[in-house]
């Protein structure tokens, strides 16, 4: 780690990172002056990120400073919800939940004690290291952490062994490139400046999305397909190369099983009979689909906005498996890119000794079910730390619901006042990345980064390793040695790190994979399956999908609920992370046609309902939307909206044909215009939140 000192300005550089829930985990470098923070900016030690971030990281010091920051533990004080609380030291607050859990244990059983997390926005360190081992000892339920990302690791897993995929710098090597179900300009910016090169070389650029995102402005193909269709749209082009004999077929008989069955299941896709579905115009994909079967090198960035509906485990699968069927391996620029998580082989049973129990698992989308749920094994405790449910989580209404039980005790462990740390019964200040130390992956350009503390804690904060140490010193669990303080946890996860991964780490600060940020598939990577080929008809998922694999469920549509409510990340907010600086309502992008046919106006207010929920918001006309799709942005909070009600309360709590994944994109809603607004109740916390503010965007 590099320290420099700036004498123009008497400021302090400091070199850490992101572990933000974003594919490119930026180096950075901190300025601090006497103490505080005063400039976040990128640094040049990761040459990929070299040396820019996004404007989200770049406000940080804003929630680490700000009215919402947790500055001390503190006890419920007043009505469940309220947000109201007592300021009490820690050795009270960790002493009050150790006697909950052991009360609860005692009464209960262990299962009735569910963790509640998720890892998108923290490293190696702060997530399942000592709260691993503290839970798994005292034998608590387990959440399937399946909210992103599940779908689509169960098939790049099943195809691939989860391959590493195409690097960004080589996108400039392509011909063609295809965005499907991504949006790299409000998240991975740092693909955007290697696609823009390519197309100012002659490349070309194809964009799959309901709405018209930046670079779909750019795009010689733009297929705006309906929602829960992607699989449909790739099941016909493999018809297509199948039957016109574009298909690599001395790649598929060196490389790949189960092309006959992948075959068949297409063949019943026909071009017309896909475009249908998906609402396209039939030319414009038979014209893709020529185009990609000629144009080499070829390269596909699969999103995962293809993931969130019933069909996102198939729709993954069958678009992953086009460069295999194409021939588009074994060449520079060639291939697909995805998640490269697993490109370093790094696994936490490095440095986690307790064994998972054999305890229930609770599906974390289903987690109203499961606090509502009260007549068998019903949960008493609620641990929530590094996530905000309430805002993040399906059918939100249920959810609170469950919150409001007079019996159910919820200990929140985070960086701000949440919307779900409002509910808490205990409340715990949580250090901020930039106040500790870890070690961050990136899933998009595997790569490792160390990060240290820029500023001393800002109050009572402290990290999530302490914490979990702690309560397992009064609970009487053993926790590894290596595991009870921040330092010596960092030391333990880095030294489990084997090879040139650990020395690069400690020397530079940040490592590269083996095959480094720009292996060739086939040529330098291969599949990490156990015969190294690819698997096109994987017969364990086959076994998992209700209907088989590469089948398309048809939405039940009803007439009650024409539109599809779709809820994509934001240039505003990391997932929920920093949607309390958000200073306006967010406003619901719809078509003009949609639009018209309601009487709406941009300004006007809306009711976007359905049988689960409601959400009133202003209405911004957006002619990039696709006309029976409409938009309220991801990871807002309760105050973004008149009613304090999300795009969450209008999802429904199923699950995704694999990988048990959330079906955000599945959510069907009517909009009325309405003339007034009920304005939700605003909490009057210990820590001073922001106000709502009656503005548009």
């Known amino acids: 780690m590099e320290k420099s000192q700036d004498d123009t300005w008497g400021r302090s550089t400091i070199d850490t990172a992101c572990p933000l829930d974003c594919p490119d985990t930026c180096s950075l470098g901190v300025s601090v002056e006497k103490g505080r923070i005063v400039n976040i900016d ?28 947790l500055h001390h533990p503190g006890v419920r004080n007043g009505p469940k919800g309220h947000g109201r609380f007592k ?33 998108g926005s923290n490293g190696l360190l702060t997530q399942d290291t000592a709260d691993a081992e503290f839970f798994r000892q005292i034998g608590a339920s387990r959440l399937a952490r399946t909210v992103c990302a599940a779908p689509t690791t169960a098939a790049n897993t099943a195809l691939y062994g989860k ?44 964009v799959i999305d309901p709405r018209q995102t930046s670079l779909a402005k750019r795009a010689d193909i733009h297929l705006a397909i309906r929602p829960g269709t992607d699989v449909v749209v790739a099941l016909a082009i493999h018809k297509f190369l199948f039957d016109n004999a574009l298909f690599d077929k001395e790649f598929l008989e060196e490389h790949a099983t189960g092309v006959d069955e992948l075959q068949s299941r297409a063949s019943e896709w026909s071009m017309e009979r896909a475009a249908s579905i998906a609402e396209l115009d039939v030319s414009l994909l038979d014209q893709f689909s020529r185009l990609y079967a000629e144009t080499n090198p070829a390269v596909i960035r699969c999103g995962w906005g293809l993931e969130r509906n019933r069909n996102g485990g198939n729709a993954a699968l069958a678009v992953l498996a086009l460069p295999a069927v194409a021939g588009k391996f074994q060449v520079r620029g060639g291939g697909f890119s995805m998640s490269n998580s697993g490109a370093l082989g790094l696994s936490n049973s490095s440095w986690i000794s307790a064994p998972e129990q054999n305890t229930r698992v609770i599906n974390m989308n289903q987690l ?55 509910w808490a019964d205990v409340v715990l200040p949580a250090t901020t990345f930039l106040e500790q130390y870890d070690v961050a992956r990136s899933y998009g350009l595997g790569t490792l980064e160390l990060v240290q503390p820029v500023i001393d804690a800002v109050g009572e904060a402290r990290p999530n390793v302490e914490v979990f140490a702690e309560l397992s010193r009064l609970l009487n669990v053993d926790c590894p040695p290596a595991l009870l303080s921040e330092p010596e946890a960092l030391m333990h996860v880095v030294g489990s790190i084997e090879g040139p991964l650990k020395d690069q780490l400690l020397s530079k600060g940040n490592a590269e994979s083996e095959a480094g940020s720009a292996p060739v598939q086939f040529v330098d990577v291969f599949p990490r399956t156990t015969d190294r080929k690819v698997n096109l008809f994987p017969k364990a998922l086959e076994q998992e999908a209700p209907s088989g694999i590469y089948r398309f469920q048809p939405e039940a549509k009803d007439p009650d609920y024409p539109l599809v409510l779709v809820s994509p990340a934001t240039d505003k907010t990391i997932t929920s992370t920093l949607g309390e600086l958000r200073p306006r309502l967010a406003s619901l992008q719809i078509h003009p046609d949609d639009a018209e046919a309601r009487d709406l106006e941009t300004g006007d207010t809306a009711r976007m309902f359905n049988s689960i929920g409601e959400v009133q918001c202003p209405v911004h006309i957006n002619t990039g939307m696709k006309p029976g799709v409409v938009s309220l942005p991801k990871g807002l909070w309760q105050k973004s909206t008149m009613n304090g009600s999300t795009a969450n309360a209008l999802v429904p709590d199923s699950l995704t044909d694999l990988g048990g994944g959330a079906c955000f994109n599945d959510a069907r809603v009517q909009i009325t215009r309405i003339v007034t607004a009920d304005i939700g109740n605003q909490s009057i916390a210990l820590w001073p939140s922001s106000k709502p503010v009656k503005e548009v965007n």
């Open 368 to 422: 109203g079910r499961a606090l509502t749920d009260t007549e068998d094994a019903p949960i008493k405790v609620l641990f929530v730390y590094n996530c905000n449910p309430v805002v993040t989580l399906p059918h939100q209404n249920h959810l609170l619901q469950g919150l409001k039980r007079a019996d159910l005790f919820v200990i929140v462990f985070d960086q701000v006042m949440t919307d779900t740390a409002k």
């Open 163 to 206: 391959m590493p995929g195409v690097g960004y710098r080589d996108y400039e090597n392509a011909r063609l490139i295809v965005i499907w179900g991504a949006n790299p300009s409000t998240t991975g910016i740092h693909l955007v400046p290697h696609i823009r090169k390519a197309l100012s070389s002659g490349a070309k650029l194809v």
């Open 87 to 119: 300021q009490m030291s820690w050795t009270q607050a960790l002493e009050t939940i150790a006697k909950q859990f052991q009360k609860v244990k005692a009464e209960f059983g262990s299962e009735a004690i569910l963790p509640v997390s998720y890892g």
């Open 42 to 69: 990128g640094s040049e030690r990761n040459s990929i990120t070299n040396g820019y971030i996004c404007s989200k990281v770049r406000r940080f010091d804003q929630r680490v400073y700000g009215l919402d920051r």
